[in-house]
């Protein structure tokens, strides 16, 4: 796969760079009785990939949630673009300029690939799959512009041979690729990523890489993800969390020499099965 070009329609030039930032700020969220963040602060910069990292149950899929509207913090501020997002909802996050791959897939596996991929191109797209089918355009110009940026985006994934097949067909790689295409064809200003590498061979992981930092001149991606030696390769900032609280952030390299982290995940590779032991420093993986 090789470097995502513009997908038709989108305004942005190389003169003008991203300015788009996410602020979360004293982010707070309980479940119950079950605290999973205190008070954690992120900001994603503009065009700038930001990591979000820490052993299991630290909190990183929640504080995603938060960034995509899937979870209503307890306490805290959402800034994006200068602006607080007080209610954030799923179904905006398109119109915002946000587009989001979740854990997993998600695609819709009664529409083909280029169906899948034009209705993240929607800007009013929705999260299900009846909405999913009222995003799709009515007029014919309409179709045939969505079909014109959705067929780009699958090329630039090497995917526009997949175009008319459904998604259960096809391996889960392509699949991963295919999600990640409806997710770019919006041309958002911020991508949320989460674990994107899960289930990935080492040379898909490399392509992937390359992918997410060929992307940060035109967009900012918030990535969480498992794999260290993509996080360390691809990111400009880190967060390290750990028990719902953030316990590091900086560089890749501040953030590898920082003692409280190797404790983290020592820890956690201690509790873990054998076979999901995390090592911080050696690239291995889980997940
Ligand atoms: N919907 C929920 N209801 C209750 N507790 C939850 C819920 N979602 C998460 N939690 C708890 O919140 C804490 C943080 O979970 P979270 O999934 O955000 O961690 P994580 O860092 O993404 O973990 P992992 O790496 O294992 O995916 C955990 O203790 C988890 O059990």
């Known amino acids: 796969m090789g470097p995502l070009a513009q997908p038709a329609g989108s305004q942005r030039t190389t003169e003008s760079p991203p300015t788009a930032r996410l ?51 307890t306490e805290g501020r959402i800034v994006w673009r200068g602006d607080e ?23 819709f ?9 034009m209705v993240g191109a929607h800007r009013h797209a929705k999260a299900g799959f009846f909405s999913a089918l009222v ?17 780009a985006a699958l090329a630039e994934l090497d995917a526009e041979q997949y175009a008319g097949r459904y998604p259960g067909s096809l391996p889960y790689p ?13 041309d958002p200003d911020l991508l949320l990523l989460d674990e994107p590498a899960s ?5 898909e992981m490399n392509e992937l890489g390359d992918l997410v930092r060929g992307l940060s001149d035109r967009m900012s991606v918030l990535l969480v993800e498992h ?17 719902g609280v953030q316990i590091a952030a900086g560089t890749p390299a501040e953030v590898q020499a920082d003692p409280a982290v190797t404790e ?17 420093e050696g690239g291995a993986t889980r997940g």
């Open 23 to 73: 602020e979360m700020t004293g982010i707070s969220v309980a479940f119950g009785g079950v605290l999973a963040l205190t008070d954690v602060s992120l900001t994603v910069e503009p065009g700038q990939v930001h990591g979000l990292i820490g052993p299991n149950g630290a909190g990183k899929t929640t504080l995603f949630n938060v960034a995509c509207g899937l979870v209503r913090p």
């Open 135 to 151: 995003a799709l355009p009515t007029s014919d110009r309409d179709e045939r512009r969505l079909r014109e940026r959705a067929m």
């Open 264 to 280: 983290a995940y020592l820890g956690d590779a201690v509790e873990a099965e054998p076979t999901h032991a995390t090592t911080f």
């Open 109 to 117: 596996p009664l529409m083909t690939v280029l169906e899948n991929v």
């Open 227 to 243: 794999h260290m030696d993509l996080v360390m390769r691809v990111c400009d900032r880190i967060t390290v969390l750990d028990s």
């Open 199 to 203: 289930g990935l061979s080492e040379e």
């Open 85 to 107: 997002l007080r209610r954030l909802k799923p179904a905006q996050l398109t119109r915002l300029g946000i587009a989001r791959t979740l854990q997993g897939v998600g695609l």
């Open 174 to 186: 392509v699949q991963k690729r295919v999600a990640l295409a409806r997710a770019l064809v919006a």
